[in-house]
């Protein structure tokens, strides 16, 4: 949360309200890493999908046991087991401030419509629709080298391939949505991940102070990811 400026009642918030973002990347692009620095930066919760959803596991839940099958298959969970979870996410951060980061999901065009009620009932849509771009082979080294150090159960060479199979076929279609409503913001995750949130910080910061004077059907897309090129960055 940041401090509000101005006179009780008549204040002018300067520096914007909390901000609200939600991130579509494939795995190993680097959503939780990011989904982090963003949360930190901003004073937001993080709500990351995948990691409620191993918590579960990891406790042994009623949640977790209908869950794990899916999640060591590299399988999405039914939509509205992840909706439901995400709901009551949404609500304590509504308590907490209004702002937020949404780390996996959505993931399919059912679930971005759902997230899109769910944001008009309380009254919190996305400002931003962060998608991060990374080609599947240097997703699959990342994966595989994080295999060996974290032990995940779906980061085996099959179970990634699904999912990658997966993003592709259900949840990269939905990214065309959010550029046509004017909240999409293109990133190039094949760098550094340094490199990658600070971009990210700089794109939010020039946003944030906007996203309630500019209403949505008077956005544009952004595309930040030739950036690096444009001022000579030299590509590997
Ligand atoms: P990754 O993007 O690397 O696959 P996540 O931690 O985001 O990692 O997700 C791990 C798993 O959790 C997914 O493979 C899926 O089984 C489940 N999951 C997470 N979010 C969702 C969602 N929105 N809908 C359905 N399943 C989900």
């Not at 949360?39 to 977790?64: K, N, Q, S, W």
Request: hydrophobic residues 45%.
């Amino acid at each position: 949360m940041f401090p509000r400026y101005g006179v009780e009642g008549q204040g002018v918030d300067v520096r914007g309200r909390d901000v609200r973002v939600l991130m579509i990347a494939p795995p190993g692009a680097g959503k939780g890493t990011q989904g982090a620095l963003i949360a930190a930066h901003f004073g937001i919760p993080h709500i990351a999908t995948g990691e409620l959803l191993r918590d579960h596991v990891a406790r042994r839940t009623e949640l977790g046991r209908a869950v794990q099958r899916h999640l060591d298959q590299g399988e999405l969970v039914p939509d509205h087991i992840v909706l439901d979870m995400v709901r009551d996410a949404m609500v304590a951060a509504k308590a907490a401030g209004g702002g937020y980061v949404l780390d996996g999901v959505p993931r399919n065009m059912e679930q971005a419509r759902a997230l899109y009620q769910i944001g008009l009932e309380l009254g919190m849509t996305a400002d931003v629709a962060l998608h991060l771009k990374a080609d599947d082979h240097e997703l699959i080294r990342r994966l595989l080298a994080r295999a060996a150090l974290e032990h995940r159960s779906d980061d085996t060479e099959e179970v990634i391939r699904r999912r990658l199979a997966l993003y592709h076929e259900v949840t990269a279609p939905i990214v065309s949505w959010y550029g046509e409503r004017g909240i999409l913001v293109s990133v190039d995750a094949m760098r550094p991940a340094e490199q990658v949130g600070r971009e990210i910080l700089a794109a939010l910061e020039v946003m944030r102070p906007l996203v309630d004077l500019v209403p949505e059907s008077a956005r544009r897309a952004v595309d930040l990811t030739g950036l690096g090129a444009a001022f000579g960055e030299r590509s590997t």
